[in-house]
């Protein structure tokens, strides 16, 4: 098996536990179910060394050596995500644990939030009336279905969540516009769906918490219809805000962000799967935390 590089996780011995460990993590509740990852691009078990200062333990940051993606090197299981370890939750932890630990730098990030506003916000539902054409659009992670909110009316909503309460929240009102929505991991809730069933997909602050993103995005592309686009929107790791504020980036989530993507490893990543990356005009600037890529389906 591959090495977390962390031994603060005991691996239980046997069958599929083998794979699985406990890691104890002082600020939720209890122990989290956590898998060991080998590198999320190119399969690497062995090769990543730790991206230097980035590391929270018991969560390393690691580089892949062979490939240059970052990740970090255990995850929470996909049974811990469904209720306890949702996002919601764990993200008002990070900001806990910010605010505790870090005043006077949340401070100074605040004080540079006018960065963010240079440019408008950029909102899905006028992204997808310009890159998509009608029919049955996806969401992955779609929470309560709350960004699918104000999409024209040729588009049928759908989407995918792993947390429940979000889940059946979203799928009552796809289903007021002839979609649904599914309760499960998005790797399993894709699966569910025929070849070319889209015309979009929507991923906004989701691929970097996806324990299997390229197996993901090889299954967006197969329920893309041809021409049909992916919107995503993911932090970039290449920011300039990274690079200055190093460990203390907003980017960085504790065990929240698990990919760390640059506009090379999501284009590779993409193409990979018959996806062909390309940024608008102003998606994907140094000076922003994030990026925003529109994939296309070959
Ligand atoms: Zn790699």
């Known amino acids: 098996m591959p090495d977390t590089g962390d031994d603060e996780i005991s691996v239980e011995p046997e069958g599929n536990a083998a ?7 002082p600020e939720t509740s209890g122990p989290v179910h956590v898998v060991p990852r080998s590198c999320p691009q ?4 062995n090769g990543a060394t730790p991206a230097s200062g980035y590391s929270l333990p018991p969560w390393t940051i690691k580089t892949c050596a062979e490939c240059g993606f970052t990740y970090i090197t255990s995850a929470p299981a996909y049974d811990a995500l469904f209720e306890h370890m949702a996002w919601e939750k764990t993200a008002q932890l990070e900001n806990e644990r910010r605010e505790s630990t870090r005043r006077l730098q949340q401070k100074l990030s ?6 963010l506003h240079l440019l408008p916000r950029k909102r899905m539902p006028e992204l997808l009336a310009v890159h998509a054409v009608a029919g049955n659009v996806i969401d992955l992670g779609c929470g ?15 989407g995918i969540e792993i947390a429940s309460a979000a889940a059946a929240r979203a ?8 979609g649904y929505a599914i309760n499960a991991a ?5 699966k569910q769906f025929p070849d070319a069933y889209f015309t979009a997909a929507t991923l906004r602050s989701y691929l970097e918490h996806e324990l299997h993103p390229s197996a993901v995005l ?23 805000n990274r690079q200055v504020m ?11 962000h698990l990919n760390y993507f640059t506009p090379k490893s999501l284009r590779t990543m993409a193409a990979k799967h018959g996806l062909r990356l390309r940024f608008g005009p102003t998606w994907c600037l140094p000076t922003s935390d994030n990026m925003w890529a529109l994939l296309r389906k070959e």
């Not at 190119?42 to 078990?45: A, T, V």
């Not at 799928?171 to 002839?178: K, L, N, S, T, Y």
């Not at 197969?222 to 919107?231: D, F, H, N, T």
């Open 186 to 190: 998005c790797l399993d809730g894709l």
């Open 218 to 240: 090889a299954e967006v592309a197969r329920v893309l219809k041809p021409g049909a686009v992916a919107i995503v929107k993911v932090p970039n790791y290449a920011s300039l």
């Open 42 to 45: 190119c399969g690497d078990p």
């Open 144 to 158: 309560d279905g709350g960004q699918m909110a104000g999409i024209a009316d040729h588009f049928v909503p759908h």
């Open 171 to 178: 799928d009552a009102w796809f289903r007021e516009r002839g």
């Open 19 to 25: 794979k699985i460990g406990w890691v104890a993590q």
């Open 246 to 256: 190093g460990n203390r980036w907003c980017g960085f989530r504790y065990p929240d």
């Open 110 to 115: 605040k004080k540079t939030r006018w960065r």
